[in-house]
């Protein structure tokens, strides 16, 4: 099962992993790191399809899609 992992505390909440994931499974949390940022996340893990567009798009490289 695919799994995508975020580095919380260097997401800047850019929200382009939002944009292009198909499944619509990512979006940002309520919470914010240390930097003040809102954050990328996702909660429904069994919808994810390892398609890494997320990980792709990250300009930080925040994003690790585990296959």
Known sequence: MPKVEFERER???????V???PTKIIFMDEKINKKGYRVATVT????????????????????????
């Not at 997401?11 to 992993?17: I, R």
């Not at 429904?44 to 296959?67: H, L």
């Open 11 to 17: 997401c800047k909440g850019c929200e382009l992993c």
């Open 44 to 67: 429904e893990m069994d919808k994810c399809i390892g398609c890494a567009m997320c990980a792709t798009i990250c300009p930080d490289v925040v994003i690790t899609v585990y296959k």
């Open 19 to 21: 944009s292009v994931c």
